[in-house]
């Protein structure tokens, strides 16, 4: 009987690790496809038409010539695809069987990609940076940081400053559910507990989708918009530029003895302003990322309006307001839906929302552009993240009735 034959590259990546090749075998159409849940089949058939259409249990999912499957949850799906051509249309289906995965999953942090602080009074500390440290090598430390259990923190610097990290499999789509969380270490302070101020830091979320296949964060990012999304006061398109410290310069000490030098890291931004990041006496090492041989650090992206408020009057007590909702280190870790994100939030540069069925990267970035005496500039730290879908391994089962 003759075959028409279609393509099928099995991703594979949390089963077989993040660097391992994709395989790439030839099925007939009769074939029965075997994958993990939450993994891909690339499908790509080998015969043209003018237009196609995909069917998942008789459901119409695609009108693209390709089509990535997907599922969370185990079973047998019946999966057809139709070649709509007035001269040779065509029609085949077949059956791919989901199953549970041989390694269970982690719900935890598995990997980061690149770690890019910008300038900040932790960085170089939080990890700590060694001499002939390059850019892999504090994202591996970065990655011992914060991956499973560790929840060891990170600092992302001042603003624009980020870090990319993913799982051992895509986390899924849930409408209507919170679908991940993110540690960071945000408080509120004793004498206000009700204004929910502190130590907020907020750090803005992105996601994004392997839709190449390829394993690595090269997809379009979207953003996570939060509650300060559509705010007047939060700045879209934003760019900011460092410029490497002169280490011959002389520094400008103030008056309080707390900062050592007030002209430490310049920097302007896309609206025409111009500051410094302050060096302060309490950390003496560079501010600068040590790994990085750039004289320059350029970031893009959203700035939130300020959250600091000096309440003494004289620059010694800043309390920093969280905002209400979706972002990183806004709140203490206690508070779990405060600090989980919804994949559903995504928007496109324009501000349109996004529908993912599934994110397999994360990147958080510094939100604010800010700096409150004493206690520096405000950057994001965060210590590990976690999918609100996969179940703790730790947990200890339900007591007996």
Not at 12 to 38: E, K, N, Q, W
Not at 244 to 260: H, I, N, Y
Not at 350 to 367: A, S, W
Not at 376 to 392: C, K, Q, V, W
Request: glycine share 8%; net charge negative; aromatic share 14%.
């Amino acid at each position: 009987m003759k075959k028409t034959l279609i393509y099928i590259s099995v991703l594979a990546s949390a089963l077989l690790g993040c660097d391992d090749d994709i395989a790439t075998v030839s099925l007939g159409i009769d074939d029965y496809y075997r994958v993990a849940r939450m993994q891909k089949l690339d499908l790509h058939p080998a015969l043209t038409g003018n237009a196609y259409r995909w069917c998942v249990d008789g459901v119409e999912v695609s009108t693209d010539r390709d089509y990535v499957f997907m599922q969370p949850d185990e079973g047998e799906y019946a999966v057809s695809f139709d070649i709509i051509d007035a001269e040779s249309p065509f029609h085949f289906d077949f059956v791919v069987s989901v199953v549970h995965e041989e390694l269970e999953y982690s719900p935890y942090v598995a990997r980061v990609y690149e770690y890019r602080p910008a300038p900040g009074q932790f960085v170089n500390q939080m990890p700590l940076y060694e001499a002939g440290d390059r850019a892999a090598d504090m994202a591996r430390k970065a990655e011992e940081c914060i991956s499973g259990k560790n929840e060891i923190m990170i600092s992302l610097g001042a603003w624009g400053g980020y870090v990319v990290f993913g799982f051992d499999h895509p986390v899924v789509n849930v409408p209507g559910e919170y679908d991940f969380l993110i540690h960071g270490n945000a408080f509120y302070e004793l004498t206000q507990p009700d204004k929910k101020g502190g130590s907020a830091e907020p750090g803005i979320v992105w996601v994004s989708e392997d839709v190449n296949l390829n394993g690595i964060p090269d997809d379009p990012w979207y953003e996570l918009a939060g509650s300060e999304y559509s705010s007047p006061l939060t700045r879209h398109n934003y760019s900011m530029t460092y410029t490497r410290p002169d280490a011959a310069k002389a520094p400008v000490p103030d008056e309080s003895g707390f900062l050592t030098d007030t002209e430490y890291i310049a920097w302007r931004d896309s609206e025409g302003s111009t500051g410094f990041v302050a060096k302060n006496s309490f950390h003496p090492q560079s501010y600068y990322p040590m790994w990085l041989d750039d004289d320059e650090l350029t970031f893009t992206g959203t700035c939130l309006a300020p959250n600091g408020v000096d309440t003494s009057g004289m620059g010694t007590y800043y309390i920093l307001y969280s905002y209400a909702w979706g972002y990183a280190d806004n709140h203490p870790n206690d508070y779990e839906d405060l600090n989980s994100f919804k994949i559903d939030w995504a928007v496109d540069g324009d501000g349109r929302p996004v529908h993912l069925r599934c994110i397999d990267f994360v990147k958080v970035v510094t939100g604010l552009n800010q700096y409150c005496g004493w206690l520096g500039e405000t950057s994001t730290e965060i210590s590990g993240a976690r999918d609100l879908h996969i179940a703790l391994t730790d947990e200890l089962p339900p007591e007996p009735i």
